[in-house]
């Protein structure tokens, strides 16, 4: 089955602890993306890359990390969380940067 | 800068009462432009992508229309399981980058 997979689920942290955030897909897409979804402000895109070892910037990068190493995953990594943080991610893939998009399910972070 | 704005905000529908959302966007560098809908709790699921003005594309009770500075997604007749938030995005290029830009969506509800 087709998809892309977000681990973990739920994440609660403290200020300032490390974390990943994993995306894997099973498609064989080029282009991989991150966004995070707050109440009135929709979804925002975090970074993107199309294609292994490129990565650029979205509309707010601030405070994340990305990494494409390999075609299937792209991690997302916050070095230093704060709570302006907390927010409901997405990892998504396409063929193509302008072909249609599959969405993770989500995870959902608080950081405290 | 590049904007997209969706309205309206919230629509209440009973079931078969047809009606169109708007998604109207001011952008350069336009390669396409997206229809998702979004469950509760889910990744966005998506529907359509029109690339030029005056394309159209159908699918079941949905119809996509686009224009050079908007896009409608017609429902008709629509049933309770149409009720989702609908998210228009568009996809910019310029230069090298390559970004998708969302809208904040129009949260549908159909009722019998």
């Known amino acids: 089955e087709a998809q892309v997979t977000q681990n973990p689920r739920y994440l609660i942290t403290v200020t300032g602890k490390k974390l990943t955030v994993t995306c894997s897909q099973n498609?064989?897409?080029?282009?991989m993306s991150w966004y995070r979804q707050d109440p009135g402000l929709g979804l925002r895109q975090i970074y993107y890359?199309?294609?292994?070892?490129?990565?650029d910037k979205g509309d707010v990068p601030e405070g994340y990390k990305v990494s494409r190493k390999e075609k299937r995953n792209f991690p997302l990594i916050l070095e230093s969380p704060s709570p302006n943080q907390t927010s409901l991610y997405f990892c998504?893939?396409?063929?193509?940067?302008?072909?249609?998009?599959?969405f993770g399910q989500g995870t959902r972070l608080t950081v405290v | 800068e590049d904007q997209v704005t969706q309205s309206p905000e919230a629509l209440r529908l009973q079931e078969g009462e047809s009606s169109s959302l708007n998604c109207s966007y001011t952008?350069?560098?336009?390669?396409?432009l997206f229809w998702y809908r979004q469950d509760p709790g889910k990744g966005p699921e998506f529907l359509f992508t029109?690339?030029?003005a005056g394309e159209e594309k159908e699918k079941e009770r949905l119809k996509a229309t686009l224009t050079k500075k908007e896009s409608f997604l017609h429902i008709t007749a629509p049933k309770p399981e149409d009720s989702a938030t609908y998210l228009c995005?568009?996809?910019?290029?310029?230069?090298?980058?390559?970004?998708?830009?969302f809208g904040t969506g129009t949260r549908l509800q159909v009722t019998l």
């Open positions: 998504a893939s396409s063929f193509w940067r302008d072909t249609e998009a599959f």
């Open positions: 498609m064989n897409h080029e282009y």
């Open positions: 890359s199309m294609n292994v070892e490129v990565t």
């Open positions: 952008v350069s560098g336009l390669r396409g």
């Open positions: 029109l690339y030029s």
């Open positions: 995005a568009v996809h910019v290029v310029t230069g090298t980058a390559s970004k998708l830009t």
